[in-house]
């Protein structure tokens, strides 16, 4: 009586609690303990005739506690390991365990769990050696056994529901491979979809959902992986085709590797979302940890990247009073026993972004990070990736090359670093020469600017390989002159870089490297400071040039308001020749929220007065990468044509 009372008691709770969506991100210490005060389901084995591969085979079966014939059931197929076969799950895995404790706590809603063999053919066995071909392939196979045999034994069998909406396939390692395979080839017979740890058997994202809209009629896309397993390409490239197309999907990293530690936990976690009411919307923020940023050296797991644009740090100090993250806004991390700062920021925007580590008030770079030249030192960089950031993105197309040259600039009476761009089959075809863009970096930044953090060789790369644009030279010379960038900004710089680029940069670029001359083969750009520099010289050269390009920019007022308005006199008076020897005027803006935005726009009305014609993009993302990045994609499209 007792009993019985605790089990209606329990199962009541239940029903009150199923509805809600599981807000665990991580299993509980004791989640796989069994308890003696609760009741438990059942769990059999089953005996099935296998067609496809011609035998009878095993799998096993747990029903829920309280389970009723008379009551119908969704069933939930839970796959194993290339080492394990349909015991794996139970004797490692501990599903029952789990899934009771679930029940006695109200976060289930009931369901069949099926435990098959995953490895189709007569000899099932995980002996000998499990890699041979023919057993690698019984486990393609499987989807035909999966399909046609037991899941019609199992409906047959059991009062289950035989609607895709009650038909949920999870699995670990080989068997989250064959989940993937398996649930988004059959969409019409599965629609709750769970890989743990998915293994290279895996197909390609575009073989596993040509048409990848189809997802959208999955309830649930559950992927998961932990953060030092060796496999975690297999799951997060299926995870970045899915969010590059637009598919609400669980991507959930957790701590650990490729074991049941792992696994137990996700079954945790997966079980409670099923057969219910999912919210798509909260799934980017379900997940442990991050991916590491691209911008990370080699091996460094911190900072990390959450799917919702969070940033995870963390960084040794041990004997560190105050540690913080200076992001533009400043977060202070929490020490633990062994020396380890953590802290999670804000959600940041898609974006290229300067930071650095505060230790004590002290700003450093971060060990794990790379480190770029950018707000006058070096500094540490994130890269954030964002919808719509797959034009520089290293892709499978023939690629040009960075080179890094020294020349003597009679100028400035200095050595002097160039970066410069050639594209693929530069050094192959030694007849072929190519028009020029020179481009310049903003205040605060250097030659290296455009190349690193401009991403310009993949930009050019993929451009060029797509058709988009004519192959070309691009020279990314340091546009810093004196102390350099604002510090020391003025007239008397502008008329120091005009005369180095006409007499030292130009020159040298055009005689060690094959490039075209005259005006029509030659364009010229620049962001922010850049951009002004590119204003002045190219107004006054206009016949140097046959593009102009002005990012993020326009003079600085009131500080240039002198220099201004002797370049709209010039632009007046020298309209008809300016007009006739640019073909290409292209001006772009970070959208109102770009500290050049006032400037640039009270420039365009300068223009607009003296009859000036010009192109004009805003592109939102304020005075950033992204938005430069965009600009150099738009503009090198439109040049030499």
Known sequence: MKNSLIFTVTFLLYGLCVSAQNTDRQAPQGFDVERKDIPHGKIDTIQYASKTVGTTRKALVYVPPGFKKGEKYPVLYLLHGIGGDEKEWFNQGKPNVILDNLYAQGKLQPMIVVLPNGRAMKDDRATGNIMAPDKVEAFATFEKDLLNDLIPFVEKKYPVKKDRENRALAGLSMGGGQTQNF???????FAWLGAFSSAPNTKEPSKLLPNPQDALKLKLIFISCGDADGLMPFSKRTSDYLKKNKIPHIFYIEPGGHDFKVWKNDLYIFSQLLFKSVDKTKFDGFTVLGTPAATNIRNAQYPQILSDGRVMFKIKAPEAQKVQIDLGKKYDLKKDTDGFWTGTTDVQ?????????LIDGVAVADPSSETFYGMGRYASGIDIPFDGDDF????????????????????????RRVFIYTPAGYDQNASESFPALYILHGGGEDESGWANQGKTNLILDNLIAEGKAKKMVIVMPDANIGQGGIRNFGERNLQM????????????????YRIKKGKENRA?????????YTLYAGIQNSDMFSSLGVFSSGYMLPMLQDVADKQYKFLNENKSAFSSNI???WISMGGKEDIAYENGQKMLKELDKIGIKYSYRDYPGGHS?????????????????
Do not use: C
């Not at 520089?392 to 050595?415: C, E």
């Open 183 to 189: 649930a988004f080839g059959n969409i019409d017979k």
């Open 625 to 641: 990468w992204p938005v430069w990045r965009d600009s150099l994609h738009q503009f090198a499209q439109e040049l030499f044509k």
């Open 583 to 585: 073909k290409n005027f």
């Open 349 to 357: 925007s898609g974006s290229f972004h300067y930071y650095s580590l």
């Open 392 to 415: 520089y993105a290293l892709k499978d197309v023939p690629h040009g090359d960075i080179r890094i040259k020294i020349f003597y600039s009679k100028v400035t009476n200095s050595w």
């Open 497 to 512: 870089f005009e005369k180095e680029l006409k007499e030292s940069i130009i020159p040298f670029a055009e005689s060690n």
């Open 524 to 532: 010229l750009a620049g962001l922010s400071m850049g951009g002004i």
